[in-house]
């Protein structure tokens, strides 16, 4: 199923919001009709003096689930009414402060606990969207509320929060504002040095892999960024791509693959795969940082990056 991820800014200022899809009339009477309820789920609408966009998202947030039966399970398999609910209530997330995102996340979760099926369906579906690093909704950041109430939710038992909670330790790590994890690479000629001893405004570090396509395509989408390539130049930027295992050979293969003005280096004690300092879901992973080495942009896209850098320079 196709789901719409255009609705961020709509929702916010939509004088109101109505989001349950029409069905047709049955043809048959003896076919079951579904709930009521699923067909009238209705979210919420801000108060008409409300204006402040943030404040209305804000409040959207915090009462989008009211009107929702959490005790009918019927919504777990209408998703066209139930996830989309939840895609919508996501795309909210970057309209509102960081405070109103996680009292909603608790409130909608602690409502779900009424059920375990329930509860599990959310969960389960905020890790496709939040955490699936195929997901273009991908954000460690929103997705800690949600990991943060099953650690601490008496509903769910202690072998059910072991990945929950190995997940949250990664998500705690390299946040965006904190510092991030130092870095310890190996270059071509023999030499170690440090993510730490890199001076520059800014610094791009990225993991990737020599045989990986989307790393080459990242690469390349890098290498013709202006606003790239134009801080490189001047010294502003300074790139530092570092392979994270242990197939040498096939990343002196592809070393022609990485500028020159880039550092090119592996990790070669193995600490970022064996210790887990960077949470590598997928390859190539981008981080953008400043010259504290404090964390601007978590696990982004080229297209974020060159639009910082484009604004910032």
Request: aromatic share 10%; net charge negative; charged share 25%.
């Amino acid at each position: 199923m196709k789901l719409n991820f255009g609705l961020l800014i709509g929702l916010i200022l939509a004088v109101t919001l109505v989001g349950c899809v029409s069905q047709e009339k049955k043809k048959a009477e003896n076919t079951p009709e579904p709930s009521a309820k699923v067909k009238n789920f209705e979210r919420a609408v801000p108060p008409a003096m409300m204006t402040d966009p943030q404040e209305r998202a804000g409040y959207i947030i915090m009462h989008f689930w009211d009107k929702f039966d959490f005790r009918d399970t019927m919504y777990c398999h209408t998703p066209d009414i139930t996830e989309q609910a939840l895609v919508d209530f996501i795309s909210l997330f970057p309209h509102a402060s960081y405070g109103k995102v996680s009292e909603g996340v608790k409130k909608m979760l602690d409502s779900a606990e009424v059920d375990e099926v329930m509860y599990n369906y959310f969960y389960k579906k905020a890790e496709h969207y939040l955490y699936n690093p195929n997901s273009p909704m991908r954000n460690d950041e929103y997705y800690i509320p949600f990991l943060e109430h099953i650690i601490a939710s008496s509903k769910v038992g202690d072998t059910y929060k072991i990945r929950p909670q190995h997940l949250l330790n990664l998500a705690y790590r390299n946040r965006v504002g904190g510092k991030a994890e130092d870095v310890v690479y190996t270059t071509a000629s023999g030499k170690t040095g440090r993510l730490y001893d890199l001076s520059a405004k800014y610094v791009l570090l990225m993991f990737y892999n020599p045989d990986c396509v989307e790393c080459q395509h990242t690469t390349e989408m890098l290498k013709n960024s202006s606003a790239v390539s134009s801080a490189v130049s001047s010294g502003k930027l300074k790139v530092l791509a570092v392979y994270p295992d242990e197939n040498l050979d096939a990343w002196r293969d592809h070393m022609k693959d990485i500028p020159s003005s880039w550092i090119n280096g592996y990790d070669k004690a193995l600490v970022l795969r064996n210790g887990e300092i960077y949470d590598l879901k997928a390859i190539p992973t981008l981080y953008l940082l400043d010259e504290n080495k404090k964390v601007i942009l978590k696990d982004t896209s080229t297209g974020n990056i060159h639009e910082y850098l484009e604004r910032n320079q």
